[in-house]
């Protein structure tokens, strides 16, 4: 099968995942990616053929790339050039957006990480960009039940769970020892709630005093500055954490607390069982479907200081369950998150998508 992968994306999560599948797909299929020049290809294997264009993948791209129309031009013919026997959409670039009526021959499936805009960023081109890439799709991906059924639509949707990152674990030093440490780890987004967590810690010192919260990753702080300023045993890398650098914040910590007050799914998870760490996670969209309540971690309502507080509590005081659910997660990711698991799963949406769009062809 030759399959054409395609993300608006150079670096971060969306490449991590991007190359990952592609790579376990490359195994017995030809895949080429379609990304933007810049893209980091450090992560993907030399199966991959690798495409870089004039992509409208940023703000200031975007407006170029629009206004000189022969980049998109470029883009379609690329496409036919490469004539794929299916096209993968990784999320929905809105600026390729316009040229999905003229891909109409080629069968065409999209992955949705997110099924709605996260609060605190803009709405309108993701609800258009999302609506389009439907109408266009002969068939959908999500991360999980919820978002299937978020989503509401009569297109074939296929659950499949997010892929496991233990890739990382190439970048493990031995030296860096676990620490009394809480980690809240990625991007700074109003829907994370970090708010809440550190809400909590005041509860959770009265507690365990010798408690470290670790804050590590890009975004802006400043509306948490009254939430944190009097806490002790704080520490906080507010940037962007290179690659290399991930794996000693999750060496350092105990457990993982993501507090969302709404998601569609992560990859913090994967992340946190490749590094044998139980997390904490609110009960929020697709996130609860691959967290084990206590078995691989505590799953609490969202907005709630005080139940993350015991939970944190909870794991700290029990150091055996806690080292239980660190292996248990792990042997969760090995056992259903795989990306061979994964890649199997892919492949059959991929049949499916293009018996069914040759068979609506032929009807219509």
């Known amino acids: 099968m030759k399959i054409l992968m395609i993300t608006n994306n150079t670096s971060g999560g969306m490449v991590h995942y991007t190359s990952q599948l592609a790579n376990s797909l490359s195994e017995n299929d030809s895949v080429t990616v379609v990304a933007p020049i810049g893209l980091d290809e450090k992560y993907f294997s ?64 999209t992955t949705k990480h997110d099924t709605n805009p996260h609060p605190g960023t803009r709405v309108f081109d993701q609800i258009l960009s999302k609506h389009i890439y439907t109408k266009y799709s002969d068939s959908i991906i999500v991360h999980g039940e919820k978002a299937k059924q978020d989503i509401n639509t009569y297109k074939k949707c296929f ?80 940037r962007y954490i290179k690659d290399e650098e991930i794996p000693i ?65 909870r794991l700290f005081n029990d150091e055996s369950l806690c080292k239980q659910m660190g292996i248990n997660a792990y042997i969760k990711m090995n056992n259903e998150l795989s990306w061979e698991s994964i890649a199997k799963k892919t492949i059959s949406a991929y049949k499916f998508t293009i018996q069914n769009h040759y068979s609506m062809d032929y009807h219509t």
């Open 46 to 109: 030399d199966r991959i053929n690798i495409k870089t264009m004039k992509m409208g993948n940023v703000k200031k791209n975007f407006l170029i790339d629009t206004l000189i129309f022969t980049r998109l031009l470029d883009f379609k013919n690329m496409i036919y050039k490469e004539n794929p026997d299916i096209i993968h959409f990784q999320e929905c670039p809105l600026w390729i957006a316009p040229l999905l009526p003229s891909l109409s021959k080629f069968p065409i499936i």
């Open 159 to 238: 659950v499949i769970p997010h892929g496991d990152y233990s890739f990382f674990l190439k970048y493990i030093d031995q030296n860096i020892k676990e620490e009394n440490s809480i980690l809240f780890f990625g991007r700074i987004e109003k829907y994370k709630g970090l708010e809440y967590l550190f809400e909590s810690m005041p509860l959770v010192k009265k507690e365990i005093s010798n408690i470290k919260l670790i804050v590590a990753g890009s975004g802006n702080l400043d509306d948490y500055h009254n939430l944190y300023d009097n806490l002790s045993d704080i520490e906080i890398h507010n």
């Open 249 to 313: 914040f999750f060496q350092r910590s105990k457990i993982v607390v993501l507090p969302y007050i709404e998601g569609t799914q992560t990859g913090i998870i994967p992340i946190a069982y490749a590094f044998k760490k139980p997390v904490i996670v609110t009960n929020v969209g697709s996130i609860p479907e691959v967290v084990e309540e206590g078995n691989t971690g505590f799953i609490v309502p969202p907005r709630d200081p005080d139940a993350l507080a015991h939970a944190i509590i």
